[in-house]
């Protein structure tokens, strides 16, 4: 079984003859505040294809940043994912190493949240979650968005790095020869899930030079 087959939540007693069914893989989302929100909601699409069980969290300028940049509400944004938590509930699953997820995006990520989850500081559901994917070894892959970047940026995206976690800015790929800015967000997003041994087949994939 390898690191991201989902398994049973219960071990069964050893010479039980219990029968325990794999759970779906579950992956936790965050939304904060960066622009690009449209990456965070493609990849929840993504993943709810997938049939990824999927939890939510969002912060307070992720839902400003959601409302001007799209047409999609909160509670559209909410109903695409299995569970939905308040970014202040530490008392979520989510905030605790017991409870089995295969891993966690933050799409898109601030330099704000970047920083706390840099520094350890569990002041919001989405840094605590983020802090026990690393205590606990899990995959955590940050679509950082800013630009330029400053020292306190690049020290920052080191850190967490060298803790566990995988940098991914998302940046247009321009060798896809993008017909439209969906091309390139099914990239990105296609891209990120790839980190998570997940494919979305919605992008093509370079296969060398292709012949005029
Ligand atoms: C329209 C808009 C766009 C923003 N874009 C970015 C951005 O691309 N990157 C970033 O780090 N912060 C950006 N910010 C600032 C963050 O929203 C702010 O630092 C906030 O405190 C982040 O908090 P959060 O990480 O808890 O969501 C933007 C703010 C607004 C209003």
Same mark, same amino acid.
């Given at each position: ?99 089995? +997820? ?5 799409? &898109?990520? /601030? =330099?704000?949240? !970047?920083?706390?989850? #840099?520094? *350890?500081?569990?002041? $919001? ?45 998302? +940046? ?5 020869? &993008?017909? /439209? =800015?969906?091309? !390139?967000?099914?990239? #990105?997003? *296609?891209?990120?899930? $790839? ?18």
């Amino acid at each position: 079984m390898d690191f991201f087959t989902a398994r049973a939540d219960h071990t069964p007693a050893a010479g039980s003859n219990t029968q325990i069914a794999p759970r779906r893989r579950r992956i936790i989302v965050a939304f904060t505040g960066a622009t690009g929100s449209i990456l965070g909601i493609k990849t929840l699409i993504a993943l709810r294809n997938l049939n990824i069980e999927t939890y939510l969290v969002v912060s307070k300028w992720a839902e400003a940043t959601i409302k001007y940049e799209t047409d999609y509400t909160i509670p559209n944004i909410r109903s695409l994912a299995d569970h939905v938590y308040n970014i202040n509930d530490m008392s979520a699953p989510i905030a605790s190493g017991s409870f089995r +997820v295969d891993g966690m995006i933050v799409v &898109p990520c /601030s =330099v704000k949240t !970047l920083a706390s989850i #840099s520094s *350890g500081i569990c002041d $919001d559901l989405i840094s605590r979650a983020a802090d026990v994917i690393l205590k606990e070894r899990r995959r955590l892959v940050l679509a950082v968005r800013e630009t330029p970047l400053s020292t306190i940026h690049l020290q920052n995206m080191l850190s967490v790095t060298q803790a566990g976690a995988i940098i991914f800015p998302p +940046v247009p790929a321009f060798y896809i020869n &993008p017909s /439209s =800015v969906e091309d !390139l967000i099914d990239h #990105s997003v *296609g891209r990120m899930l $790839d980190l998570f041994d997940l494919d979305t087949a919605a992008f093509e994939r370079w296969s060398g030079w292709k012949k005029s």
